[in-house]
């Protein structure tokens, strides 16, 4: 077996493929010849490297240097506006969500800042029912009718109340007084339905913040108490008891449809 023999079947050696006597013949060979005993080393090193170290490790950091180098070395040169650009995506992603994101942020802040404002008004109108019924004279004026009452307001409010029902069979009035709701005086006229009070507040409906449109009528349910809260021109309106919702309904309606 000659040194060519040996390489031609050098690889098959390693991986003891071969014959059992050409497997001796190899390994005699190479005991006896330095040149083949090195190609047998370098190749079994190359062979070890290939199939066991290289796949095993990640890219060095000089490994991924120079693939930058490379990166940086095949890009076609920048104009000055392309040099810029990159450093400017950040500030375009930001740019951009801000005008996609802000309108969605702003919406949902006023929606919750409108329900946040919505329900102090309707605590608010609870509130001064509650005044008006724990109140020691809960009216300042016992009412003869509608035309007693409305006079009494003038000069003590700082607006004019609207209100043209004047009571009936099923809810007559009680009578009125001043009050305030919110930040704002308020004309308080106290109607009944059977045994059950109801406050009725007429206020200066500007600045707060109204979810119905003018003349819908908003009605929620707060501690026990029904509201019914509604806008007609300048004034606003809150309806409180602890009657039936339908009831109060239709007492909003009557106060609501007299011109
Ligand atoms: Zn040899």
Not at 239 to 247: F, G, I
Request: aromatic content about 10%.
């Amino acid at each position: 077996m000659n040194c060519d023999d040996v390489r031609m079947t050098l690889r098959d050696y390693q991986e003891g493929r071969l014959p059992t006597a050409a497997q001796g013949g190899v390994r005699a060979h190479l005991e006896a010849c330095p040149d083949c005993a090195h190609v047998d080393a370098v190749e079994q090193e190359l062979t070890s490297a290939l199939e066991h170290r290289l796949p095993q490790y990640p890219a060095s950091l000089a490994l991924k240097r120079r693939i930058a180098a490379q990166w940086k070395v095949s890009t076609p040169k920048r104009s000055r506006w392309s040099w810029w650009r990159p450093s400017l995506i950040p500030v375009f992603a930001c740019v951009a969500l801000v005008l996609v994101g802000a309108p969605i942020f702003y919406y949902e802040r006023a929606a919750f800042q409108d329900t946040n404002a919505t329900s102090a008004m309707v605590g608010e109108a609870v509130n001064d029912h509650l005044r008006v019924l724990s109140s020691q004279r809960p009216l300042e004026i016992e009412s003869g009718g509608l035309h007693q009452v409305k006079p009494w307001f003038e000069g003590r409010l700082d607006f004019a109340p609207i209100v043209s029902f004047e009571g009936d069979a099923d809810f007559p009035l009680k009578g009125g007084a001043v009050g305030y709701f919110l930040d704002r005086k308020a004309a308080v006229l106290v109607y009944a339905h059977r045994l059950h009070p109801i406050s009725l507040f007429v206020f200066r409906a500007g600045g707060l913040h109204w979810p119905a449109k003018d003349g819908s009528a908003l009605t929620m349910e707060e501690r026990g108490f029904n509201v019914i809260m509604w806008r007609q021109s300048s004034l606003g309106y809150a309806l409180v008891s602890d009657v039936d919702r339908r009831e109060l309904a239709s007492l909003a309606a009557k106060l609501q449809s007299m011109p």
